[in-house]
């Protein structure tokens, strides 16, 4: 049975989605889609504590219209679903706490820090450029652009999996020009953008470093590896520009 949790209001409670809602506006529960887990169960509504999770799942929620993330207050009792059935589960970040009660619309998400994952031992105030050698495919060629993102989970990949020697690190960046969508992380393989992974022409600007990350486990990172290993066999190059 999924663990019950009484304090969720010590919480700060994410929920993602297409819907265009206000301050105040209830996200009511809905039936699960599956015709063959619906028998039995309690209609839910979906939320959780991790804003990379909340922006995974606007992002490839159903309808039209941009992926928005809203701060949200629980009207009742809030589960841990992450053993649940009633769920498909993808393979990443996901909202794997329900409710049976509405949950109220208190804000929505705008605004969050941009980071970059590297190797490179930087300081507040450095640069990061483009026209350096790729982490993945051809290593003779040199990058056209430098790649950021707003979540955390995004970032740690770009740090476990950066080329060179030395511990991984996260810094926060401030883009110093235009930014756009990076293509291989994007509609290119999924809907929307869920990594909320950018890149621009122009230098990243560190503006501190983040210290309390954890990494993925190492049986995912490997299989990471293996994956971007198997790829680079079969000569697949990053979209770079």
């Not at 941009?66 to 769920?87: I, K, L």
């Not at 509609?187 to 503006?207: A, H, I, M």
């Not at 990494?215 to 994956?227: I, N, S």
Request: charged fraction near 30%; avoid cysteine; proline fraction near 10%.
């Amino acid at each position: 049975m999924p663990a019950s949790t009484n304090d969720s209001r010590d919480k700060q409670w994410y929920h993602g989605t297409r819907a265009t809602l206000k301050p105040g506006d209830l996200v009511e529960p809905s039936e699960p889609s599956d015709v063959r887990e619906r028998d039995g169960l309690t209609a839910y509504v979906h939320l959780t504590p991790d804003l990379d999770a909340a922006i995974w799942d606007a992002e490839l929620a159903s309808g039209e219209g941009p992926g928005r993330v809203y701060v949200v207050e629980p009207s009742g009792e809030v589960e841990d679903a992450s053993n649940s059935t009633d769920r498909d589960l993808p393979g990443h970040p996901s909202m794997l706490w329900r409710s049976p009660s509405p949950l109220r619309v208190t804000g929505e998400v705008t605004d969050w820090p941009l980071y970059h994952g590297t190797r490179a031992d930087l300081k507040p105030g450095d640069l990061i450029e483009p026209g350096r050698k790729p982490n993945f495919g051809t290593r003779t060629r040199m990058t056209n652009y430098v790649y950021l993102t707003a979540t955390l989970d995004a970032a740690t990949w770009g740090a476990e999996l950066a080329a060179g020697e030395g511990p991984g690190r996260i810094y926060t960046v401030e883009p110093t020009g235009p930014v756009e969508n990076d293509p291989n992380l994007t509609d290119k393989k999924f809907r929307g953008n869920p990594t909320r992974s950018f890149r621009s022409r122009e230098p990243l600007r560190v503006t501190g470093e983040l210290l309390d990350w954890r990494g993925h486990p190492p049986e995912v990172l490997k299989a990471m590896k293996d994956g971007i290993e198997r790829l680079e066999r079969l000569g697949v190059e990053p979209i770079d520009d």
